[in-house]
């Protein structure tokens, strides 16, 4: 069984920063796809970065230039680098694994091609 344990997140104002960590719990981590999804009371969903097992990496445009995920093998953790937060962005924030995704793809926006998630760490955002 593969688990994975969101930290780092908390309350904070408008334009600071926080790092979100997600241990994963599985000596096969280094081949699993990895993700931070966030999701605001009342709204879908929503992927926010995705990194492969090889570094690749994207962000959600909501985020680009703000967050940065990074994922240190040899720890099995993934980060999540938030700078310059908005009121927007508060939201519970999940970290999730995979395998596999379908059609060979490296990432996803849909949470039901990660197998493996954690709890979730709160993030607020204070204006």
């Known amino acids: 069984q593969v688990q994975l344990v969101e930290s780092g997140g908390g309350s904070v104002q408008a334009g600071g920063p926080l790092r979100l960590s997600c241990a994963v719990s599985?000596?096969?981590?280094?081949?699993?796809?990895l993700a931070w999804f966030r999701q605001a009371p009342g709204k879908e969903p929503e992927g926010v970065a995705h990194?492969?097992?090889?570094?690749?990496?994207t962000h959600a445009d909501s985020v680009k230039g703000r967050f940065t995920i990074s994922r240190d093998n040899g720890k099995m953790t993934l980060y999540l680098q938030m700078n310059s937060l908005k009121p927007e962005d508060t939201a519970m924030y999940h970290c999730?694994?995979?395998?596999?995704?379908?059609?060979?793809?490296?990432?996803?926006?849909?949470?039901?091609?990660?197998?493996?998630w954690g709890q979730g760490t709160q993030v607020t955002v204070s204006s």
């Open positions: 599985r000596y096969t981590y280094s081949t699993y796809f």
């Open positions: 990194i492969s097992n090889a570094d690749l990496n």
């Open positions: 999730a694994a995979t395998e596999k995704i379908p059609g060979g793809r490296w990432w996803s926006r849909m949470p039901y091609d990660y197998k493996y």
